[in-house]
């Protein structure tokens, strides 16, 4: 997986092709980092910050999924190996719950402000994100996040079992040819205004995306 800035090596299996990921471990945040005087709205694919208290005060780094809502309460959607260790984010919020290995995808509440579900499309520009769906292998899709931008590729498989090693295996995944980097974990796939999952691992020839649909079931959830 693509969590954070700093930088570990561990193994993945797609299918029988082995793929190297990135991880890095996670630390709680000082409480001042969600201060309301630093929030603004936060895009699908932009950057999520936090330190952690210790001497270090390491950065760590994840990207944004899709903005949803549960019963009114707004949050925004990521990988669940980002904040698997609770989390506050800077200038967003803390961090709710986080449903990983087996799955990826995790929750933080949205204290940034208000808006519809959107992708940061890193040319000035956004694509609203209007409703949930399922891709087709071959299918052109997009991905977001802080480090590699946005980029395209297609889909390669649906429901792959991912192996990062330490006994963390996710499952049901979209595998795409998608290439992302340390950072670019919990960004959303997307193709028009369409979101299909968000980010969970990869490498510079693959990667493996947490569907979104069974996600909002999970959570009672709909698109902000």
Known sequence: MFGYSRR?????LFSAVAAVLLSC??????PSAVGAAQRSAVNSGNAMYTVSPGPGREPYYC???????VKGVRYILTAGHCIEHGLDWEGIGPNVDTHFPGTDYGRVRDLSGSGHSQVNL??????RI????????GQQVCKSGMTTKKT????LGLNQTVNYGEDK????????????????SGGPLFYGGVGYGVLSGGNSQVSFFQPLRPVLAAYGATLA
């Open 63 to 69: 990207s944004a999924g899709f903005a949803i809502l």
């Open 25 to 30: 471990p996670v630390v709680s945040a000082a």
């Open 152 to 155: 395209c590729g297609k889909v």
């Open 169 to 184: 295996q996710v499952v049901g995944t979209i595998a795409t040819d998608i290439p992302i980097e340390s950072g670019d």
């Open 8 to 12: 570990k090596q561990a193994g993945v």
């Open 122 to 127: 890193y040319d000035g520009s956004t694509q």
């Open 130 to 137: 209007l409703r949930a769906g399922i891709p087709q292998v």
